[in-house]
C-alpha cells in the first residue's frame, strides 16, 4: 500500500461518498487510488467549480465536502469555493497535489507553497510529510473541518510521498459531544426576555447548522416573539409563521428595519454575524442583545450581548422555555410589520410586464417550487431580491452565500445540491453575469446525471454593481457594467441540454414546470427589469417607522 492509496481508505472511513476535482500529473496515485475505491470521483470543467460542489454538500449535509486539485494553477483555482465554504460556514476538505519534496528548496516548475497560500482561507491546513502521519491528518481535517464553527480545511500531498510504501489504517471517528449552556446564562436570559416589550428574535445559520428550525419555531410562539431571519438562516421558521417577518441584510431600509428601530430587546440565535453586519442593525450599540450559538459571541462594537448562552442550541432554548415568564400577544408593532411586509410581496402576484420584474419572477418561482425543493442563488442583483422575496418552509431549501458572497456558485452548487436530494426540484437561480463565470460545469451535470434548471435573469449587465454605483453617484452614473451575451438557448442545446427563452409573464410558469420536468439540464434565459432596483432604493428612502 502507498500513501495515497491510505488517503483514500482513510477518506472511505469518513463516510466520503464523492470527490469533486480535477486530474493533474501531481495527484496520479491519488486518482488511481480513488479509482480502486466506494468514492465516485467527479470530474469537473474547472477546479473552483469542484470546490462550490464540495461547498455546497458540505453546507447541505453537514459533512465536509472533498474537493482535489493538482498543483500550482489547479490549486490556485480551488482558492475562491475554498474561501467561501471557510467564511459561509461549510465544511470542506480541500486536497491538493504538489511537488515532491525534492524540489521544494529550489525554484521548480508550477511549485507554490500551498500551505502558506491556504493559510488564510481556512481553519486548518497541513502538507503530509510523511506517510505515516496520513490518518492522523485526514482525522483531524475532517474533525476540525466539521466541528462548529465548521469551515474548510486543507492537505497538501507531495507527489513522491503519495507513491511511498506505508503500513497504517484509518483512525476511529470521535463523536462531538455537545455542550450545554450554563443555569446561570439560562435564567439571566429568560429575565432579560420577560422584562422585554417589543423584542425581536434575529436568526442565522448556526441555527440552521444546529438542526434547531423546530426548537426555534416552538420558542418564538410559546412566547410570541416575532422572527427575522438572515440571507443565510432562511426557512428556520416557516415563512408561513404568523410570526414569521422574513428576511434582513438588504443593505438599504426595508421593512424589517424599522422591526429592529423599534425593539427593546434583539435575542440572536446562531446569528453569525459574517451574514449582516450587527452596525447595520444596531449603529449606537443601544439595542440590548442576547446570544444564543454553540459558541461566543464575536467581538463587536455594535454586538456587546447582555447575556451569551453559549451551548446546544435547541436545549438551551427550551430550558429558557421553562423559566420565562411572557405570555400574551406580541407587540401591534410586529403585527403591523408583518402585514405590510406579506403586502409588498403580493402585490407582485399578477403584474404582467415584460421584461419581467425581478418580484413578479421570484414570486411566480416560489409557485412552482414545493415546500421542499430546492433554490441556490448566485451573487449578483437578482441574490437581493432572492432574499427578499423567495421565502422558505423549512431549512436549507434557499442556498445563498453571504459571508464570502462569490459569484459563479450557482450552477456548480446545484449540481451537489441535486446529488444529495436526487428526488427534489432544483434551480440556480443567476445573473448572466454568474451564468458565464461557470456555465461549463453543466456539461459536468449531464453527464453525471443531476438534471436541474439553471435559471438565468438576463440584464445584459453586472446589475447589482450598477444598482450600488447609482445609489452613489446618482442615477445615470454607472460605468463598465455593461456587456454582450450569447444565445443563451443555442449555447444550452449545444451541450446536449433544453434551452428556454421567456417571451411574455405569462410564459414564466409553464416553461418553469415544463424545464423542470426534464431528465436533462435545462437553461431557461428570461429578460428581468432592473429598473425595480432604483424604484425600491427610492421607495426605501421615503420609509417612515413610526409606531
Not at 107 to 113: A, C, G, I, P, T
Not at 351 to 372: A, C, N, S, W
Not at 487 to 514: H, N, T, W
Request: some cysteine; proline content about 6%; aromatic content about 8%.
Amino acid at each position: 500500500m502507498n500513501t495515497a492509496e491510505l488517503l483514500v481508505q482513510c477518506l472511505e472511513n469518513e463516510d466520503v461518498q464523492y470527490v469533486f476535482g480535477l486530474p493533474g500529473e501531481e495527484n496520479l496515485h491519488v486518482l488511481e487510488a480513488l479509482k480502486k475505491s466506494s468514492i465516485q470521483f467527479i470530474t469537473t470543467r474547472h477546479e473552483q467549480g469542484a470546490a462550490f460542489m464540495a461547498d455546497v454538500y458540505g453546507r447541505l449535509t453537514g459533512k465536509a465536502g472533498v474537493c482535489l486539485s493538482t498543483l500550482g494553477p489547479g490549486a490556485t483555482n480551488l482558492m475562491t469555493g475554498v474561501a467561501d465554504a471557510n467564511l459561509d460556514g461549510a465544511p470542506l476538505v480541500a486536497i491538493t497535489g504538489q511537488v515532491g519534496t525534492d524540489r521544494m528548496h529550489i525554484e521548480s516548475h508550477q511549485y507554490l507553497d500551498l500551505v502558506a497560500m491556504f493559510a488564510p482561507v481556512t481553519k486548518w491546513n497541513k502538507q503530509i510529510v510523511r506517510p505515516s502521519i496520513t490518518p492522523e491528518v485526514v482525522r483531524k481535517a475532517f474533525k476540525r473541518s466539521q466541528t462548529e464553527k465548521p469551515g474548510a480545511v486543507h492537505i497538501d500531498l507531495p507527489e513522491n510521498i503519495a507513491a511511498m510504501p506505508v503500513e497504517g489504517k484509518p483512525l476511529h471517528r470521535d463523536n462531538i459531544e455537545k455542550t450545554y449552556a450554563s443555569f446561570a446564562s439560562i435564567r439571566a436570559a429568560a429575565a432579560l426576555i420577560s422584562q422585554a416589550i417589543n423584542p425581536l428574535i434575529l436568526v442565522g445559520n448556526g441555527a440552521i447548522r444546529a438542526q434547531a428550525s423546530d426548537a426555534v419555531t416552538q420558542f418564538a410562539t410559546q412566547l410570541n416573539i416575532p422572527v427575522a431571519n438572515t440571507f443565510m438562516g432562511k426557512g428556520v421558521i416557516p415563512y408561513t409563521h404568523p410570526l414569521a417577518l422574513w428576511s434582513v441584510g438588504l443593505q438599504q431600509r426595508d421593512f424589517i428595519t424599522c422591526g429592529f428601530d423599534n425593539t427593546d430587546l434583539v435575542i440572536a440565535i446562531g446569528y453569525d454575524l459574517i451574514e449582516f453586519s450587527p452596525k447595520k442593525w444596531n449603529p449606537d450599540s443601544e439595542i440590548p442583545i442576547i446570544h444564543i450559538a454553540t459558541s461566543a459571541a464575536e467581538i463587536d462594537s455594535s454586538y456587546i450581548p447582555k447575556v451569551e448562552v453559549v451551548g446546544d442550541i435547541s436545549d438551551s432554548l427550551n430550558e429558557i422555555l421553562k423559566v420565562a415568564d411572557r405570555y400574551g400577544k406580541p407587540h401591534p408593532y410586529a403585527i403591523s410589520l408583518r402585514g405590510n411586509i406579506r403586502a409588498d410581496y403580493e402585490q407582485y402576484a399578477n403584474d404582467d410586464g415584460f421584461p419581467i420584474k425581478p418580484q413578479k419572477l421570484i414570486y411566480d418561482l416560489r409557485q412552482v417550487m414545493g415546500p421542499e425543493d430546492i433554490v441556490i442563488s448566485d451573487v449578483g442583483a437578482h441574490k437581493m431580491w432572492i432574499a427578499r422575496h423567495y421565502h422558505c418552509h423549512s431549512p436549507n431549501t434557499c442556498i445563498i452565500s453571504n459571508g464570502f458572497a462569490a459569484m459563479g456558485i450557482a450552477i456548480p452548487g446545484a449540481l451537489a445540491a441535486k446529488l444529495v436530494y436526487p428526488d427534489r426540484k432544483v434551480v440556480a437561480a443567476t445573473g448572466d453575469g454568474g451564468f458565464m463565470m461557470n456555465c461549463q460545469e453543466l456539461e459536468t451535470a449531464l453527464r453525471v446525471g443531476t438534471p436541474f434548471v439553471t435559471l438565468i435573469f438576463n440584464d445584459g449587465g453586472y446589475g447589482l454593481i450598477e444598482w450600488k454605483q447609482e445609489n452613489q453617484f446618482g442615477k445615470g452614473n454607472s460605468s463598465f457594467v455593461h456587456f454582450g451575451n450569447p444565445d443563451f438557448v443555442k449555447l444550452a442545446e449545444s451541450m446536449g441540454l433544453k434551452g428556454y427563452r421567456v417571451e411574455s409573464s405569462a410564459d414564466l410558469i409553464p416553461v418553469l414546470k415544463e424545464a423542470l420536468a426534464q431528465d436533462v439540464p435545462a437553461v431557461i434565459d428570461c429578460p428581468v427589469d432592473y429598473r425595480e432596483n432604483r424604484r425600491f432604493t427610492q421607495k426605501a428612502g421615503e420609509l417612515s417607522c413610526s409606531v
